[in-house]
């Protein structure tokens, strides 16, 4: 397998604790591919997701993703990871309520460096793409939750990050809108973004990943689909990646 993240050997210890939050954890997910990770809490699933984001950093092993050891990278070149190889969706959205729709999706462009003109652009596509290019001048505040995580999922996507992070994505949201979520995801991986999930949805990650990793005490204890290769058929789904 081609990883496109690779995890080597990973612990992290946090001050005071006990038990390490992950212990020796060692895994790769491929480009394209959609992995699901589950575990009560405190199992990992969490520190696993911010490792990778570049938000914290291993206590041993190595992190590595599109190429890059992002443990060894320091502040400023995380910063620049996390702003051009890495999309997060967070279960409350994170939506900077002062600023609308397309202010907020273009946000993470213009932090990159990408023109006003350019950024407005594509966040009008994003949001064409995901059904609420209506609301690009609302403010967060006025939206649904499913609209709101759509608005955050638009925001993940705006600088074409090679890895999409989902923090329990459909966590605040009602059932349909959850569903309506996870079929979103479905469509994004379908057209070719690798996603890895953080849920305690078993339907969510059943439906939407072709991969579920479960995590207890800071371990890996099974990695169902792994020998799987390839990813959903792209043909005849909606193209979603811009």
């Known amino acids: 397998m081609d990883a496109l993240i690779e995890l080597s050997e990973v612990t992290k210890r946090y001050a005071g604790g006990q038990l390490p939050a992950l212990d020796r954890v060692s895994v790769q997910v491929a480009a394209g591919e959609a992995v699901a990770v589950m575990g009560p809490s405190g199992s990992g699933k969490s520190t696993l997701l911010n490792l990778i984001a570049g938000l914290d950093k291993p206590s041993g092993g190595t992190v590595t993703v599109a190429g890059q050891r992002v443990d060894r990278l320091g502040e400023a070149r995380t910063a620049r990871y996390r702003r051009t190889q890495v999309g997060m969706i967070f ?105 890895l999930i953080v849920t305690h949805n078993p339907e969510l990650a059943q439906r939407y990943a072709s991969r579920v990793i479960q995590l207890a005490d800071g371990r890996i204890i099974s990695d169902i689909g792994a020998a799987r290769t390839g990813r959903p058929d792209p043909a005849g789904q909606p193209g979603m990646r811009p």
């Open 91 to 195: 279960q409350f959205f994170n939506l900077v309520e002062d600023l609308t729709v397309a202010g907020n999706v273009m946000l993470p462009a213009r932090l990159a460096g990408t023109g006003r003109r350019a950024a407005r652009a594509r966040a009008g596509r994003l949001l064409a793409q995901l059904g609420i290019d209506r609301y690009r001048d609302t403010y967060p505040a006025r939206l649904s939750g499913g609209e709101r995580q759509r608005v955050a999922i638009a925001r993940a996507l705006i600088n074409d990050p090679a890895v999409l992070l989902a923090d329990e994505p459909t966590g605040a949201v009602d059932t349909s809108a959850g569903r309506q979520i996870g079929q979103l995801l479905l469509d994004l991986n379908a057209a070719g973004q690798t996603l």
